[in-house]
């Protein structure tokens, strides 16, 4: 352990500086860049369809696929943020530097797979079904603001050490 409290080898940042590295050169990087807010308009259009659909009974099915195509987004924005993180981190998920945000993510995406699952199989009626979306929702926004938060502290990170010259 480090005086710090940390294990000994924890970087004291968001990211090491072989870490930085790798982050800043990967593909992957812009990837995850281009996704999250793609993933967040789909959202947004889909939060509107379904409160539609719950306020005035019309829509339901253009509330459904809304719903199916967020979901569609947030796996693969799952899937290639956790070649991401195996690029950046070494390990697919689960790294120090972003555990409990994949933690939650895994909250995130159990519950819109329950959503498919009920939807596929018939287990709920439609409004149960849209208020299944709409906890999906609640913590797909928690997990983003976790993702925001940790991409600003990485930034200040960032603006707090100094340029290295080669």
């Known amino acids: 352990m480090s005086h710090t409290g940390k294990p000994s080898g924890v970087p004291h940042g968001l990211y090491t500086a072989q870490e930085r590295a790798r982050r800043d050169s990967t593909i992957w990087t812009p990837i995850q860049g281009i ?10 259009v889909s939060l509107v369809l379904v409160i539609r659909y719950l306020v005035t009974g ?15 987004v947030l796996y693969i924005i799952m899937i290639t943020g ?9 390990q697919y998920l689960l790294a120090p530097a972003f555990f409990w945000e994949d933690v939650f993510s895994f909250l995130v995406i159990g519950l819109h797979t329950a959503y498919l699952w009920a939807l596929f199989f018939g287990a709920l009626s439609p409004v149960p079904l849209m208020w299944l979306a ?33």
Do not use: C, H
């Open 35 to 44: 996704l999250a807010p793609i993933q967040f308009v789909v959202f947004l």
């Open 134 to 166: 709409l906890a999906a929702y609640a913590a797909y926004v928690i997990n983003a603001a976790q993702f925001v938060l940790k991409l600003r502290a990485a930034r200040l990170q960032a603006a707090a050490m100094p340029e290295v010259t080669a």
């Open 58 to 72: 019309d829509g339901y099915a253009v509330a459904t696929w809304s719903i199916v195509a967020k979901t569609g």
């Open 82 to 90: 956790a070649i991401w993180e195996k690029v950046v981190f070494g």
